[in-house]
């Protein structure tokens, strides 16, 4: 089956400690992204990657490090200099390039919480 | 920045009632807007899109309209159901200038309940 695939689905992580989310997908899309959601709020954007060994900031992007080195693989760092990395961590992908095609797939998300 | 908002209060509606959401924005004008559905715990799923230059879009029992004047989206479900019970996130589209990809905002969701 095609689709994007994150682990773990919880996180505990105490404080002044890194912590790497883990985004797959097998839908040969190009383009990748990460986005965190705070209770009753919508998704915000934290990196996004276009092409492999190439991403961007997004809007709220301190305190985040990303990766990619292979097309299938994205994944997120919370380092210890976020100020309140609890939250639901949401990895994205789209095929991009493609006229009319723009939807994002989503992933089930990680639940982070700080101790 | 560009801004979008959606009723924060949850929407209660009886089963076989339409509801109707609405998405404001503001400092953009988009070429595209998009619609998902999320349910508690998961990722958002991708409903419907919609171009500036169209008024309308539908899909089954939903509908989102386009109002680039007023800034506005509407999204309706029709002849709703308890599974169309979740919460309904409306997002602006932007390209990106290299190769793939598009910038989405998303707004804060409006919960929908639809009682039996």
């Known amino acids: 089956d095609g689709g994007i695939t994150q682990s773990p689905k919880y996180l505990f992580r105490k404080e002044g400690q890194n912590v790497t989310l883990s985004c797959e997908q097998n839908?040969?899309?190009?383009?990748m992204y990460w986005y965190r959601q705070d209770p009753g709020q919508g998704l915000r954007l934290i990196y996004y990657s276009q092409i492999v060994n190439d991403f961007q900031k997004g809007d709220i992007a301190e305190g985040y490090s990303v990766s990619r080195e292979k097309k299938e693989s994205f994944p997120l760092t919370v380092t210890s200099a976020q100020k309140n990395p609890t939250a639901f961590y949401l990895c994205?992908?789209?095929?991009?390039?493609?006229?009319?095609?723009?939807?994002?797939?989503f992933g089930p998300g990680t639940r982070l919480t700080v101790l | 920045s560009q801004k979008i908002e959606q009723n924060s209060e949850a929407l209660n509606i009886q089963e076989g009632k339409t509801a109707t959401l609405t998405c404001n924005y503001t400092n953009y004008s988009p070429a595209y807007l998009q619609w998902y559905r999320q349910d508690p715990g998961r990722g958002p799923v991708f409903l419907l899109l919609i171009r500036e230059n169209e008024k309308e879009k539908r899909k089954e029992r939903l509908k989102v309209t386009f109002d680039t004047t007023l800034k506005q989206s509407l999204f309706h479900i029709t002849a709703s159901q308890p599974a169309d019970s979740a919460t309904y996130l409306c997002?602006?589209?932007?390209?990106?200038?290299?190769?793939?990809?598009?910038?989405?905002?998303f707004g804060g969701g409006t919960r929908v309940l639809v009682k039996p």
């Open positions: 997002a602006l589209d932007v390209p990106l200038i290299k190769a793939a990809g598009n910038k989405l905002t």
């Open positions: 994205a992908s789209s095929i991009g390039g493609l006229a009319g095609v723009r939807e994002q797939f």
């Open positions: 839908l040969n899309h190009d383009a």
